[in-house]
Every structure is written in C-alpha cells, then in structure tokens.
C-alpha cells in the first residue's frame, strides 16, 4: 500500500524498510532451512524467469544471452573473489568467491523497467533482457559450489568439473523431460474432457517444486538448471498444450503475478529482519568496524558494476568492429545506462539467506554476518544508485520496477500515451461510465426504475471515487461544499414531511422518533463535516425517563418492531425520499440561487440516491417471483451498461483520444467485469 503512494521509492526498499522496523520494535527472528528456503523461493521464482522468456529476439542473440549470462557470470566470480578476498583479507577465498557469485545474477523485472525509460539500442537490450533470465542459474551454481568447498573444506577443480558437467546436462535434460510428461498430462486430460480450470492453474503452479525436487532428490542433478528449462520448454511449446483456454490462460498468468510479488515480498521482509542481526554482529566485531563494513559492500558494487560496463563495452565493439552486426559505434554511456540496470533482486538474497550456520565439523560457518550484510546493502545499493542515477543520466517517467512490483499494472503502458491529444485512464474511465448512465436513463421504464437506480448508483459511488483523484484540494472542497449544502436540503424536505406525516396521524409515535433520531444523526455528522454545530429542531417532547426508554428501542432496533411500525418506516422512507427530491429542486429554481454554483453531477448523485430509497421501499414484500425478476433486470441491465462501455471505447479510440494500448486495458477490464457479473449469476442459480 506504501508504494502506491511513495512512487520514488522501489517497492524492495520499502519491504526491506518495514522488515528493519518489525525486527528492531518485536525484536522479531527467523530460523531459516536453506533447503526449505531453496525450495519454495528459488524454485518457483526460476521457472517463472523461464516462461518468460521472449522467442523471437532474445533467441536470434542466443549465443551471446548464454556467453554473458554464463562466461560473464564466472568471470566476476572469479575476478571479484580474488577481489573481495584482497579487499577482506579475513574473509576465506571460498566465501569470497560465494558471495560475488550469489551477487552476479540480476533483476530481469528491473531491465525491463529501464528500458521503458532509456532508449538503450535494441541488441544491448536484448542482450542484458535475455542475460538476466537467465544468470541467476549460473550464479546459483557458483554459488553452491563455493559454499560447499567452505562447508566441506575440500575443493577439487576436476571434481568440481566433472560434477558441473553432470549436473548441468541431467538438470537439462530432466527439465526437459518432466516438463514435457506434464504437457502430456495435460493433454491427456484435456482427451478425456476432463477441463477443470482450477485443477489446470494448481498442476501448473506445483510444476517447479516437482521438478526441483526430482532433479535435486532423486537425480542429484542441479535443480535450478531444471526449473529454468522446464520454464522455457513450457513456454516454447505452448501452442502444443490442447484445452489452453484463454480462461485458464489468464488464470494461470494471473495467478503466477500474484505468487512471484508474494515471494519477493517475504525475500525482501526476511532480508529487513536479519539486516539488525548481520548489522549488530558486524558493527560489534572488533574486525570490521561499521563505516569499513560499507564500505566494503560499496566496493564490491563498484567493481561489479565496473566489469560489467567493461564487458559491455566488450561487446559493442566485437557486434561492432568483428562482427559488424552493430550499426552503431560503442558508447560509454550506453555501457552505463547497462551496468546500472543490473539491479540485484530476489535471487541474490534468497541464495545468500540460505548459506548455512555451521559447516563440518560444528563450527560456525564463516564470516557468515559480514557475507549477509555485504550482500544485502549492495541490493540496497544497486536499487538507490538505478533511482537516482538513471533519471539524471536518462530522464523519463516512472520508478524503477523489479519483480516485486511487476504486479501493480500502470495505468499508461502505451508510450504513444504521452502525446498531449490522448486523455488520462482515469478520464476514459469517467467517459465509459457516464456513457453507461445515459444509456441505462434512455432505456428506463417503470418496470425497471429500481434495477436502473441500483446500478446508477454503484455508476455514481466509482465516479465520485474518481473525481476526487482527478480534483486538486480547492475543487475537491468545492464539490464536498456544493454535496452538504444540498444534503442540508434535502434533509429539511425530508422532516418537513415526515413531521406533516406524524401531525395528519399517518404515522405513529416510535417510527417518529426514530426517524427523527436518525435525521437528528445525519445533521450532527452534515455540521461536523461543515465544522460547525447547529441546534437540530422538531425534536418530540419527552420526559427524560421517556426518551431514554425510547433511545433504547433505537438501539435495540433489529426488525423487532411492530408491523405498524415497520410499515410506518416504509411510508417514511418513500414520502420523505420524495420530499427530498421536491425540496432540492425547488431550491435549485428558486430566484435567488443561480444553478451553475452546483455540478450536475453533484445533484445528479444525490436525485438517484432519494429515487432508490423510494423503490426501495415500494418493493418491500415483494414476492419471491417479483425479487427473481428484479435480479434479473440487473443481469440484463448491467450487461447493457457494459457494451455500451464497450462502444464508448470505440469512440474513444476513433476520435484519437486514447492509443490502442489503453483502449485494450480498457475493454479487458469491462470483459473482467462481465465475466464475474456471469459467475456470479450462474453461482446464484445452481
């Protein structure tokens, strides 16, 4: 919620922010399982990376995607170990070699978001976009290697080879193999007609914990390699899944955000509550020292950050000057604006997080402190230095995104949306919606006055809602002014007729007091909204004993009241609605008033509002044949309202007022509406 409204900020930091702030208040802890952890985090967040991987121009630059997301991969583990081991003269080769390892891979989700900003050539887009799905395999790997050489104490280079060849080749070929059994599955499934869609989306999400526990468990094979080829042979063979319905599809998708943001929340939390364990163990040690312990991770995301515009530069001249594939000279900047958009994300965190307490023989693993929170402040690091660089060096619109945040859709994915003739999401949306108003008041008969005035009213509540965004502080006064000053109105109408009511013996003396009670309420919370307090008139003359017996029956009130009292409610109800209705327009042509001081949509809202408490009441007791045929004037009413949203986006789009990218966000959102209206219907009546 805190990212919707600090913008600047990534998401990632807020999380890790509001991890440090749970830890520090609760003194909150986490005893981790790194195979669990490996498991249910890197697993799924891997096969993810993996469906989406693009086909067409990521693969035409395969070898060089492969050559950076793997010889780059190793060459800054190898270079930066020696590195941070010369930097850290404590910390063991292994270690060292661990951490610039768990620290090479980078956020997918956050190049993505650069791109949207930086007009990066498309070769070097495609290439650091293909790298970053795919070096968090090749990190892991390095990783796991490193870690087991400290943990073991024992590291061969020809063992190490010889298992890396093993285990790469059986993870790809498992991953290969398992993926296609259960696109088999699935179309045998689909075969034998059996097509439930929630069955499909829960086979589909368990896909990467099967297939790493196999790979890992059974194959001793590396089941990140395993994932990440399930991931990309599910996508390339999508076409050659039957019973894919767009349902499922959408489903699926959707489902899938939602799981991704999730895990990368909780990385993100966890990494903020073990930053004051890793901070409080490195700032105490007599070794490091604070400011030396941030300055090493400031360091060690310079020298990344260093190789990597290196190697980028690299290859701009190779495509370049070799090659030739590369029509443009190599830039400095360019290589820049590529190192920066190697944000660390949530693959580098889980992989650090799960580095074990101990290794062999009981002792604790180590530097493990120092290891975590190097780790996690160049995350830190690399998130602010993208936010703050990035737009200096490439101004544009937007935050930097990473996967933590690729659930929250802009409302503007279209870059044409930027030209001055194209309207606002939020204008669109007003547009759409008062369409859908003027067509549900043309086609309103007296049979389906209360269906119309019910839908109109949700119409009228989202508009509002929307306005209120729209409008600046003064406008936003300005339309809360014009709504009490005719509530306050509406209000005298509606006691003026209820006191003409009670006088004439219509009604009797408990329903008197308690709609007096109730428009007692409403004027008390008009005044304090208008900061001011008025003396509320027409009050019944009671004896104190009285009116608290009756102030009793209010309170108690549950439908417990007489069958007189109930019907006087309802007379209530209808004369007083229609009072208040008769007492705004009367004010509103009066002489001395002029008009335009009040929005015709203000007055609109409140004249719907009093007309769907008269149908209300009127259809109190209605038979049970009467309430099916109002639900179904809604059905039919609300599916009116949408197709003539549907033509309003057509009109929008025709007269060059939104791009084509909004107009499909837009008519997906009135096909959402119209899907759950149909199961909602469809639940009601089963």
């Known amino acids: 919620m805190a990212s919707h409204y600090i913008t600047a900020v990534p998401v990632s930091l807020l999380q890790v922010a509001f991890g440090v702030i749970i830890a520090i208040l609760f003194k909150f802890k986490i005893d981790l399982d790194t195979t669990w952890f490996m498991l249910l985090f890197v697993a799924p967040l891997l096969f993810n990376d993996g469906r989406d991987f693009p086909k067409k121009e990521l693969w035409k630059l395969r070898g060089p995607i492969f050559e950076n997301a793997i010889l780059l991969v190793f ?10 081991s010369w930097l850290v003269p404590s910390m063991p080769l292994g270690v060292s070699f661990a951490l610039v390892a768990i620290l090479s891979p980078t956020d997918p989700v956050a190049v993505q978001s650069i791109s949207k900003r930086v007009k990066l050539p498309k070769n070097i887009l495609h290439l650091v976009s293909g790298e970053s799905l795919i070096n968090d395999a090749s990190g892991l790997i390095a ?19 010889g298992d890396f060849v093993y285990m790469a080749i059986i993870g790809l070929l498992a991953g290969m193999a398992l993926m296609a059994g259960l696109i088999w599955l699935r179309n045998w499934l689909h075969s034998i007609n059996f097509n439930d869609a929630i069955f499909s989306v829960v086979l589909q999400i368990l896909t990467p914990f099967v297939i790493y526990v196999i790979a890992e468990d059974f194959l001793h094979a590396s089941g990140v390699i395993a994932v990440v080829t399930a991931g990309i042979f599910e996508h390339l063979s999508e076409k050659k899944v039957r019973g894919q319905t767009p349902e499922i599809t959408l489903l699926t998708n959707r489902t899938w955000d939602i799981i991704i943001y999730c895990l990368n929340g909780v990385v993100f939390l966890v990494l903020g509550i073990e930053l004051p364990v890793a901070m409080h163990a490195v700032f105490k040690s007599k070794i490091y020292g604070t400011f030396a312990s941030l300055g090493y991770a400031f360091a060690i995301w310079f020298m990344i950050l260093v190789i990597r515009v290196v190697w980028i530069i690299g290859y701009q001249s190779f495509a370049y000057y070799v090659t030739k594939k590369e029509p443009k000279k190599p830039k400095f900047s360019v290589a820049l604006l590529a190192g920066l958009s190697g944000v660390r994300g949530a693959i580098t965190m889980a992989g650090v997080l799960s580095v074990p307490a101990f290794i062999d023989g009981g002792k604790a693993f180590p530097d493990r402190s120092l290891m975590l929170f190097i780790a996690a402040s160049v995350i830190v690091i690399s998130l602010i230095a993208a936010t703050i660089t990035l737009p200096l060096i490439a101004p544009g619109k937007g935050t930097l995104e990473t996967r933590a945040s690729v659930i929250d859709e802009k409302e503007n ?6 030209a001055p003739e194209y309207v606002s999401y939020d204008v669109a949306r007003l547009y759409l919606m008062n369409s859908a108003i003027a067509n549900l008041e043309n086609n ?8 119309v ?13 929307i306005q209120y965004r729209l409008h600046d502080r003064a406008e936003t006064t300005q339309t809360l002014n014009e709504m009490l000053a005719l509530r306050r109105v509406a209000l005298n109408g509606i006691r003026d007729d209820v006191n003409t009511l009670y006088e004439k013996g219509l009604i009797n003396k408990d329903s008197y007091w308690i709609k007096s009670r109730q428009l007692n309420q409403q004027e008390y919370l008009l005044s304090q909204a208008a900061g001011n307090r008025q003396t509320f008139r027409n009050m019944p003359h009671l004896s104190f004993f009285s009116r608290l017996i009756r102030a009793i029956k209010v309170w108690q009130w549950n439908g417990s009241e007489s069958e007189a009292t109930k019907s006087d409610l309802r ?28 929005s015709a949509q203000t007055v609109h809202f409140l004249i719907v509002h009093y007309e769907r408490q008269i149908q209300e009441a009127q259809s109190f007791g209605d038979s049970e044949a009467e309430e099916k045929e109002y639900e ?4 039919t009413l609300r ?4 197709e003539a949203e549907r033509k309003a986006i057509e009109v929008l789009i025709e007269n060059n007022h939104i791009g084509p990218g909004m107009g499909l966000k837009l008519r997906q959102n009135v096909n959402y509406e119209e899907t759950i209206l149909l199961n909602d219907y469809k639940h009601e009546n089963e």
């Open 75 to 84: 060459l800054t583990t190898i270079i930066g170990g020696f590195f941070v």
């Open 143 to 161: 990783f796991k290697y490193a870690i087991a050489a400290v943990v073991t104490g024992y590291f061969s280079i020809s063992k190490a080879a």
């Open 413 to 418: 994915e279209d870059n044409d949306e930027d």
């Open 444 to 451: 309103k008969t007296e049979d389906t006055q209360r269906a």
């Open 453 to 465: 005035f019910d839908i109109i009213t949700d119409y009228e509540v989202d508009i509002r809602k």
């Open 571 to 598: 007379l209530i109800q209808k004369v007083g609605s229609q009072g208040a209705i008769n007492a705004v327009k009367k004010f509103l042509n009066s002489k001395d008033i002029d008009e335009r001081d009040f």
């Open 632 to 635: 179904r004037q809604l059905i």
């Open 639 to 642: 599916m009116q309202a949408l």
